[in-house]
């Protein structure tokens, strides 16, 4: 009885049982190599995105070199000078900068703080609007006599409009 109902209900005859097996099986081992391949590949491209291509390493390194001393021309050398110089004067505070400075140097001074202060001013509002985006104000939870006070205002304001739609 049991067999009689499977029939009944299998799609394909008895007959086709062998070769409709041989092809789920053929089926699910491509399925399975497929998603072993899928898997692998993308692992394979997550750990790709980390690494940085060769020409950018080399790139860098030709970028951060710097000639030596006795191979630079006369331009490079005043050049250098006066980055040795920026180096340590930016570093001055406001009164040191009024005191040792002057001329061209001062104003540069100047001008290199004023444009830091603006950007200071500037990532602290922004760090002031991103901060109140992640984490919102709480607002304070009623107690149960305030939970009381809300029902009754609540009770007095329908108690109104019954009366109001009454006399109507």
């Known amino acids: 009885c049991y067999h009689t109902v499977q029939r009944m209900l299998s799609p394909s005859p008895i007959h086709h ?16 190599t497929m998603k072993v391949l899928a898997v692998f590949s993308s692992l394979l491209i997550g750990g790709l995105a980390f690494v940085t291509p060769q020409h950018a390493k080399s790139a860098n390194f030709a970028l951060k ?13 005043e050049i250098l000078g006066i980055q040795e110089k920026w ?13 040792k400075l002057e001329g061209e140097w001062l104003e540069a001074y100047n001008r290199y703080y004023e444009g830091y202060d603006k950007d200071m001013e500037f990532m602290l509002e922004i760090k002031e609007k991103v901060a109140k985006m992640i984490e919102p104000p709480k607002v304070a939870k009623k107690g149960k006599k305030q939970r009381k006070r809300d029902l009754w205002a609540k009770k007095q304001a329908q108690a109104a409009a019954d009366a109001a739609a009454a006399n109507v």
């Open 87 to 99: 180096n340590e004067y930016r570093h001055y505070s406001r009164e040191e900068a009024a005191s």
């Open 65 to 77: 070199a710097m000639v030596p001393k006795d191979q630079m021309t006369p331009d490079q050398l």
């Open 17 to 32: 049982h062998h070769r409709s097996s041989r092809r789920t099986n053929y089926i699910s081992k491509h399925y399975l």
